[in-house]
């Protein structure tokens, strides 16, 4: 029914800065939320950013003040802006989208985000 593309993703040096995008497509009503999760070898998948439909954001403690979250409804897409990274935000980033009035969410392939110190 939805589904969810990113790209963005590569490797960066330390201290460098990357954006991701993710587009959705399908039968997409009324979206709830969009974020971003985490997930590195050996970790549990992790939120990083969420954007909730009025522009609330919340992002976690890790990554707050490096990272915005953003999105544009009339394109469906949800973006990230990651600056100054560190090799512990290394990881496969996954896009996730909630429509409203639906218990189950809709998940992205994931993108590989690699920073080398």
């Known amino acids: 029914q939805v589904q969810l593309v990113e790209s963005g993703g590569g490797l960066v040096q330390s201290g460098g800065s990357l954006r991701l995008s993710c587009a959705a497509s399908g039968s997409i009503f009324s979206i709830y939320t969009m974020g971003w999760y985490r997930q590195a070898p050996g970790k549990q998948r992790e939120l990083v950013a969420v954007i909730i439909s009025g522009g609330d954001t919340n992002y976690a403690d890790s990554v707050k003040g490096r990272f915005t979250i953003s999105r544009d409804n009339a394109k469906n897409s949800v973006y990230l802006q990651m600056n100054s990274l560190k090799p512990e935000d290394t990881a496969v980033y996954y896009c996730?989208?909630?429509?409203?009035?639906?218990?189950?969410?809709?998940w992205g392939q994931g993108t590989q985000v690699t920073v080398s110190s």
């Open positions: 996730n989208l909630a429509l409203v009035g639906r218990r189950i969410p809709y």
